[in-house]
């Protein structure tokens, strides 16, 4: 069983940065791997970026591939997540997820996942 804490959400105007991060605690195999999602009021779960936990192997969804940076931090069992340049669309609590599978995009895929937290971009 994997455990998973996000932190980092807040308020921030558009245009600012955020850095998410997921702690991640439990049986964490090199093949795992972490994905962040977001969810916005009344929509599904959507990916938004995954890493392999044994390093390298980054996948971003499209449309955010320019502004989001997935990465595993050394030596932590930590994934981050730097948003930058945000928009209101952005909007939406953050999940992050491990998969047994590997790096995957669907959220059916991720077998364990984090509370949330919450990013809410206005002026």
């Known amino acids: 069983q994997v455990q998973l804490v996000e932190s980092g959400g807040g308020l921030v105007q558009p245009g600012g940065s955020l850095r998410l991060s997921c702690a991640a605690s439990?049986?964490?195999?090199?093949?795992?791997?972490i994905g962040w999602f977001r969810q916005a009021p009344g929509k599904e779960r959507e990916f938004v970026a995954a890493v392999a936990w044994s390093g390298g192997g980054t996948y971003y969804d499209d449309s955010v591939k320019d502004r989001f940076t997935i990465s595993r931090e050394n030596g932590k069992n930590t994934v981050s997540l730097q948003i930058n340049s945000l928009k209101p669309e952005d909007t939406a609590v953050y999940y992050c997820?491990?998969?047994?599978?590997?790096?995957?995009?669907?959220?059916?895929?991720?077998?364990?996942w984090g509370q949330g937290t919450q990013v809410t971009v206005s002026s």
């Open positions: 997820g491990a998969s047994s599978r590997g790096v995957a995009g669907i959220a059916g895929l991720y077998e364990s």
């Open positions: 439990g049986r964490i195999f090199s093949g795992y791997g």
